[in-house]
């Protein structure tokens, strides 16, 4: 059985290299190719590859994203596995900061997470443009029992993953 696989796509950076583009706009709500934003990449990569538990973090000048999220982005809410649910950023440390980066984004949001013990969180960017079946990669990753093996520079069990051309 697939293992159940919630989602978090980080939407909150300001998008700085990408002036004036990103002036008055988040990078992922830049459009791209007329009607379409950065950010429906990663969304439709993910919607494509079966993932529908999905929370896009956002911070930086977010309106027009969220506006594009709740406008094209909806499931209905007929089943309660399929979400697009997005989530500014709430100041939940004890020091009341906004997101410091990427890893402190998930960390002030572990509290959305209902995985169960042998379900997955993957973390994508909704800033890059590619087109990827992403189940792929869960398979591999559950082919390789997950990545905490030797030379995994992170603590055990957190998932770190470093990999060669090779799979090594």
């Known amino acids: 059985m697939a293992p159940k696989v919630v989602t978090f796509v980080l939407a909150g950076g300001a998008g700085n290299r990408l002036l004036p583009l990103?002036?008055?706009i988040a990078k992922p709500a830049v459009p791209?190719?007329?009607k379409y934003r950065i950010i429906d990449f990663a969304l439709s990569n993910l919607i494509n590859s079966g993932l529908c538990a999905i929370y896009v973090l956002v911070q930086y000048r977010s309106h027009s994203l969220l506006r594009h999220l709740r406008d094209g982005w909806q499931f209905g809410g007929l089943l309660q596995e399929q979400f697009i649910i997005p989530v500014p950023a709430q100041m939940r440390t004890e020091d009341d900061s906004w997101y410091r980066g990427t890893a402190d984004a998930i960390f002030q949001n572990l509290s959305l997470l209902?995985?169960?013990?042998?379900?997955?969180?993957?973390i994508?960017?909704?800033d890059h443009i590619y087109r990827m079946n992403v189940?792929?990669?869960i398979e591999f990753h559950e082919r390789m029992r997950g990545c905490d093996r030797g030379g995994d520079p992170g603590p055990a069990g957190t998932g770190n993953c470093v990999w060669s051309h090779r799979g090594r």
């Open 135 to 137: 189940q792929h990669m």
């Open 22 to 24: 990103t002036e008055d």
């Open 32 to 34: 791209f190719g007329g």
């Open 114 to 122: 209902d995985v169960p013990e042998d379900g997955l969180v993957a």
């Open 124 to 126: 994508f960017s909704a």
